[in-house]
């Protein structure tokens, strides 16, 4: 009985948990807070608990130390760090900061606190053009994705992003042709992608948004059949929340107050997985509230400096 153990001990050490959207669906049963990245750095701000346990990835559990340094953050399986943050380290950043010097550095969130420190703002999928554009400058840096950053680009006039080569492997394993054959398969249906994926796949996409972005938008929408071009647990969520095999109530979740409750939500394949985001169970979150384990521990310097990054990123959202 993993989701009453968990409960009772929610309760008994005032701790909280929240759950990225990538995550396995048994996680939402414990969860107090389910979202994208910059929800959850939110709710890691404003939380009262003395812990906050994070299904998440690494650099999720870490920014959630930075914004609330007096609470114990636990990570409960070290193993799920995030790939992409992990393709850039400090050293990587300062030489390409050299290659263009004087330019504001914009950092994606999926960073290192090290990463994090060293740049002039953060950002997240859902406000990464918003913080561009609040810049006002011709040219910017970003880091450590790409394919973020070149969307970003794409949709702000006369703005020059210079990329840092980082990606997602998740997200770059949709193709085009995945959509032009799923758009064959399912005639009428609309296609919704990450902007972390190729920009042949953004530009093949009826809308492009964050993870919070694509689930606003199926909930609102009039369509019934929708292509999901992201990671598995959206798609996971939506069928969940508003597919037609089984409707959330509209008391569990508001946006189903908005849907027809017969949508269909299909993965555009079915190995879009982050891997590392799939690794805690709730015999995983039980031990990591049991024992506190693992603990999240930022060096404070890098923190304090890190959380400049993020808050003017917050400033601005
Ligand atoms: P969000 O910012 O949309 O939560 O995405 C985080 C992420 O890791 C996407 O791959
Ligand atoms: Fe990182 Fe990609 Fe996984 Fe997101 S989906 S956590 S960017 S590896």
Known sequence: ???????????????????????????????????????????????????????????????????SPNKKVLLPRLESGCLMADMVNPAQLREFKAKHPGLPVVCYVNSTAGVKSECDICCTSSNAVKIVKSLNAKEVLFLPDTYLGKYVESQLDGVNVITYPGFCPTHLRIRPEDVISARKKHPGALVLAHPECHKAVADLADYVGSTTGIMDFAAKSSAKTFIIATEKGVADRLQRDFGSRHCEPAEVNPLAKQSSHSKEFILIKE?????????????????????????????????????????????VS
């Not at 001990?9 to 910059?38: M, P």
């Not at 750095?41 to 009262?48: F, L």
């Not at 169970?281 to 506190?292: A, G, H, P």
């Open 1 to 67: 009985m993993p989701v009453q153990k968990i409960n009772k001990l929610k309760k008994e050490k005032n701790a909280v948990i929240l759950a990225h959207c990538y995550q396995n669906l048994e996680v939402d049963e414990v969860a107090d807070y389910v979202g994208d990245s910059l929800y959850l750095s939110r709710m890691a701000a404003e939380t009262d608990a003395d812990i906050i346990v994070f299904a998440g990835v690494f650099f999720m559990a870490q920014t959630a130390k930075i914004l």
């Open 271 to 315: 190995d879009i997985v982050c891997p590392n985001m799939k690794w805690h169970t709730l015999d995983d979150i039980y031990n990591s509230l049991e024992f506190e384990q693992h603990e999240i521990t930022v060096d404070e310097d890098i923190a304090a400096k890190a959380l400049g990054s993020i808050e003017r990123m917050m400033e």
